[in-house]
């Protein structure tokens, strides 16, 4: 009788140990399918884009039914926010790590300094999808769907902050650009790279050494940059208006609204409708100027890079050889973000959208954006045969870096801000840039260079 209580009692036992069991081969399952939608999105949102993406979309590319995504998530919404925030929070992880364990050292700036640019770059490019998906979605996201994240992104910028004002104490940074800027100048440099740097041709280490030099050193050779000479010339953006009739200013308006909606929400999300509501105009009326929206797009990318070309080609021709390489150099600099910020609409709808443009949009454009780094190349080149700038830095990755630091501000900095305390106007952040990419961040009085490092 004993026996027979002791085995039901054992057969019961095991029973429920194989219920628990099963239970939590299910939990894990569930997580594991909840680790792949997310995953999947993640990657959706980086190269697609978070409006462009459905919830359709996202159960296709985790290989899962399209109902079945709703056992997991209720909205699309739900996702992005964790997206986001895994974004975030391994990144901010890993550096604070780094900044908590060099803190004291301040010996050790360089090398540190190396190092979370290493990091930022390496999450950013390689190890994670979450990453590069929140700083490409981020800056089109309405201020409702910002506001959950903004804490976790001012401690990771809190992170950087805290790493610069120590070096600052120091007297390893220079004193007369704020530890604000220069932090978002070094995190405006990192982000674009997802924009243009193969990482399958080069290595990310690669990037982030050049990237540290860079930016620790500056580009010029001498001591200071002499940027008296500074040719303000105002900007003339393209005329996308034919003539004066109705119809053509009509078409010039649809070109602006296109231009903004392109500019605020990326170009998958930009869709004929919503253009028509930029342009205070019905849907329908579009089709009288435009056959289709990428007879739209393809005009206001031509426009924004024609503008560009155009202007920044315009301020270099005043200098005549033998020139001053430093003013011609920053003149050229103050052009590219005078049509970013201000003359040119254009320029910012391609400079925000190219990112996630198809392939074949990309094509059609490659020859002017190719054509305006050649004439930076050129600019550069120059400058470094008569030794203006470092003999020790490539070109080419010089422009692009450069370029990438002056792009990535129009998510950040506000010129319509100026004149409130704490804010700069446009000539004088655009003056702080150019003194941060001549001259570097680094106090020379402290640690001179020498500008002949090994390439």
């Known amino acids: 009788m004993d026996s027979l209580v002791a085995r039901k009692y054992r057969q019961g036992m095991e029973q429920k140990t194989d219920s628990t069991r099963t239970l939590n081969e299910d939990l894990s399952k569930s997580e594991r399918t909840r680790e792949g939608i997310l995953s999947a999105a993640a990657r959706l949102f980086r190269y697609e884009g978070y409006y462009a993406t459905t919830m359709r979309d996202i159960a296709q590319e985790s290989g899962i039914e399209a109902g079945s995504i709703y056992y997991h998530f209720q909205s699309k919404d739900q996702i992005l926010s964790e997206v986001l925030d895994i974004g975030v929070r391994q990144l901010y992880e890993k550096v604070s790590e780094i900044v908590r364990s060099t803190k004291g050292n301040p010996e050790d700036f360089r090398k540190t300094f190396a190092s ?32 959950p994240h903004r804490e976790l992104r001012a401690s990771y910028a809190e992170a950087w902050g805290s790493f610069l004002n120590e070096a ?38 690669l990037l982030a050494e050049r990237m540290s030099k860079l930016v620790l050193d500056g580009m010029c050779l001498h001591r200071r940059a002499d940027i008296e000479g500074l040719m303000l010339t105002p900007a003339t953006p393209v005329n996308v208006t034919d003539n004066n009739g109705k119809a053509s200013k009509t078409r010039a308006e649809i070109l602006r609204a296109a231009a903004r909606a392109m500019r605020d929400n990326g170009y998958k999300a930009t869709t004929l409708r919503k253009i028509a509501e930029e342009a205070d105009m019905k ?3 579009v089709y009288y100027h435009f056959k289709s929206k990428e007879a739209i797009v393809d005009e206001v990318l031509n426009a924004g890079l024609s ?26 600099i103050w052009a590219h973000l005078d049509f970013l910020f201000k003359a040119s609409e254009f320029t910012s709808a391609n400079i925000r959208s190219y990112g996630m443009l198809p392939n074949h949009f990309r094509k059609r454009h490659r020859g002017i954006r190719q054509e305006y780094g050649k004439l930076w190349d050129t600019i550069l080149r120059e400058a470094q045969e008569d030794g203006a700038i470092r003999s020790d830095i490539r070109i080419v990755p010089l422009r692009q870096v450069m370029l990438g630091a002056l792009n990535w501000t129009v998510e950040w900095f506000d010129p319509n801000k100026a004149g409130v305390e704490g804010y700069l106007s446009l000539h004088e952040f655009s003056c702080m840039l150019i003194k941060l990419l001549l001259e570097g961040i680094c106090n020379r009085e402290a640690t001179p260079s020498t500008g002949q490092d090994t390439p």
Request: hydrophobic share 40%; charged share 20%; net charge negative.
């Open 168 to 205: 600052k104490r120091s007297g390893h940074l220079r004193g007369d650009i704020s530890t604000t800027v220069i932090r978002q100048f070094i995190l405006s440099a990192m982000n674009w790279t997802v924009e243009w740097y193969n990482v399958d041709k080069y290595p990310v280490h």
């Open 116 to 147: 979370l640019i290493d990091t930022h770059l390496t999450f950013l490019l390689t190890d994670s999808d979450f990453t590069s998906a929140n700083i490409r979605n981020y800056p089109m996201l309405s201020d409702e769907t910002r506001a």
């Open 307 to 332: 503008d560009l070309l155009t202007g920044v080609s315009a301020a270099v021709r005043k200098f005549d050889a033998p020139c001053d390489h430093h003013t011609r150099i920053a003149t050229a």
């Open 283 to 285: 849907a329908g009326s």
